[in-house]
T-cell receptor, first 110, second 115 residues
Framework: GQNIDQPTEMTATEGAIVQINCTYQTSGFNGLFWYQQHAGEAPTFLSYNVLDGLEEKGRFSSFLSRSKGYSYLLLKELQMKDSASYLC???????????FGQGTELSVKP | DSGVTQTPKHLITATGQRVTLRCSPR?????VYWYQQSLDQGLQFLIQ???????AKGNILERFSAQQFPDLHSELNLSSLELGDSALYFC??????????????FGPGTRLTVL
C-alpha cells in the first residue's frame, strides 16, 4: 500500500527554525519531493531527494533516509510569507506520478 | 508562473452535468498529470499521459476520462457530476515520463463547484 504521514499543523515564530517530518511506505520509490502550497494556489517545487543525505537550497534544506522511509524539510530564518501548507510527495517508479501526504499547515507568528 | 495553463479558472455547475477541463503543458513537456484536491483529502493523482498515450492511472472514477492531443494539450472530462466532485483540479507537466529526475510543474488549477 501507499502511506505518507506528516503532521497536520505546526506553529513557529518569525526568525526561528522549523523541521517538518515525513514518513512514507510506498510500493515503489523514485525520489521524494517537497512542495509549498498557499491556500487556493498551485503547489510550487521546493526540493528533491533521491539519495540519502541533506540537500540545501538557501533557507530550505531537505533530508532523506531511504532505509528508514523518512524525510524532513528544514526551514530557517522563518518569514511570515512562509505560512503555507508543505506537501511531502513520493514519486513512484512507474510513470513518475506523485503520491502526496496530506500536507502540514505551517503558521508563522510574529 | 509555472508555464502550465489551465482553463477555466472557476467552474460552477449542477449535479448530473458534464464538464471539460483543459490544460496546456509547458513548452516542450511531454508528460501531463491530473490531480484532484478536495478539502478533506490531499492531492490525489488521477491520470498521466505521456506524448499522447496513457501512462498511469490512479484513483480516477469511471465517470472521469482524459486524453492528450497531438499538440500535447490535455482535457479532463467529468460526467454525471456529484456534489463530492467539487474540488480543485490541478494539471502538472514534466519533460519526461518520470524515469529521470524531473520536477512536475503545476498549473494554477480549476476550481469546480457542483451545486
Amino acid at each position: 500500500g501507499q502511506n505518507i504521514d506528516q503532521p497536520t499543523e505546526m506553529t513557529a515564530t518569525e526568525g526561528a527554525i522549523v523541521q517538518i517530518n515525513c514518513t512514507y511506505q510506498t510500493s515503489g520509490f523514485n525520489g521524494l519531493f517537497w512542495y509549498q502550497q498557499h491556500a487556493g494556489e498551485a503547489p510550487t517545487f521546493l526540493s528533491y531527494n533521491v539519495l540519502d543525505g541533506l540537500e540545501e537550497k538557501g533557507r530550505f534544506s531537505s533530508f532523506l533516509s531511504r532505509s528508514k522511509g523518512y524525510s524532513y524539510l528544514l526551514l530557517k530564518e522563518l518569514q511570515m510569507k512562509d505560512s503555507a501548507s508543505y506537501l511531502c510527495a513520493v514519486r513512484d517508479n512507474q510513470g513518475g506520478k506523485l503520491i502526496f501526504g496530506q500536507g502540514t499547515e505551517l503558521s508563522v507568528k510574529p | 508562473d509555472s508555464g502550465v495553463t489551465q482553463t477555466p479558472k472557476h467552474l460552477i455547475t449542477a449535479t448530473g452535468q458534464r464538464v471539460t477541463l483543459r490544460c496546456s503543458p509547458r513548452s516542450g513537456d511531454l508528460s501531463v498529470y491530473w490531480y484532484q484536491q478536495s478539502l478533506d483529502q490531499g492531492l490525489q493523482f488521477l491520470i498521466q499521459y505521456y506524448n499522447g498515450e496513457e501512462r498511469a492511472k490512479g484513483n480516477i472514477l469511471e465517470r472521469f476520462s482524459a486524453q492528450q492531443f497531438p499538440d500535447l494539450h490535455s482535457e479532463l472530462n467529468l460526467s454525471s457530476l456529484e456534489l463530492g466532485d467539487s474540488a480543485l483540479y490541478f494539471c502538472a507537466s514534466s519533460p519526461s515520463g518520470g524515469v529521470s529526475y524531473n520536477e512536475q510543474f503545476f498549473g494554477p488549477g480549476t476550481r469546480l463547484t457542483v451545486l
